[in-house]
């Protein structure tokens, strides 16, 4: 009898509990501290050797914008934007072959000289080949801005094969800019 009212006062704390926000309390929160954010240091990017190159392309696309102060002083910073990018050229190869054949043979042979002996023969033959090989450019980052106290307030990914105007980190950057500056509105027009 004790265990069992040992169990059902432990249901009854667990159903007495706080339910976990919602979804889009969350991100209301999130947008809510995005709003606060007035001074942004922009981290070195992990990746390969264009992270540094996709970074500051970033911060270039970042001014641009006008959102934020960015400085170079992490510690000036009301967040800072963290991630990862990879900037990769690459040949795309594509080699294809088609075939068609046929052959026929005909013969008839005799013993004696006065026979003659007919012979015959057909022949088609046709192959295709083709091979092609395309440079091609592609770029990804995924960046999280990141409060002082460590809370995640916003984050996205976004990738490029390029622009019809710009390499691919470049139209990276511009997607990522894009996408704060949505988000940044989103974040004033709340409550």
């Not at 192959?127 to 770029?139: I, K, L, M, T, V």
Request: glycine share 8%.
């Amino acid at each position: 009898m004790t265990r069992l009212l040992v169990a059902l006062s432990v249901l009854a704390c667990v159903a007495s509990a706080e339910e976990p926000p919602a979804p889009t309390a969350i991100e209301e929160a999130g947008l809510r501290q995005l709003r606060t954010v007035r001074r942004v240091f922009v981290d070195r990017l992990i990746g390969g050797e264009t992270a540094a190159q996709m970074r500051d392309i970033l911060i270039s696309s970042l001014v641009g914008a006008k959102l934020f102060i960015l400085t170079e002083n992490q510690e000036r910073a009301d967040a800072v934007l963290r991630g990862a990018s990879e900037d990769l050229v690459f040949t795309d190869v594509h080699t294809s072959s088609d075939s068609l054949n046929a052959h026929a043979n005909f013969g008839a042979g005799a013993s004696s000289s006065r026979a003659r002996a007919p012979y015959g023969g057909m022949g088609v033959g046709q192959s295709d080949s083709e091979h092609s090989a395309e440079r091609r450019h592609e770029a990804i980052a995924a960046v999280r801005l990141v409060t002082k106290d460590g809370d995640v307030i916003w984050s996205t990914t976004q990738e490029s094969l390029g622009a019809r105007f710009r390499g691919a980190s470049a139209d990276v950057a511009d997607k990522i800019t894009a996408q704060l500056k949505e988000d940044f509105e989103r974040a004033r027009k709340l409550r």
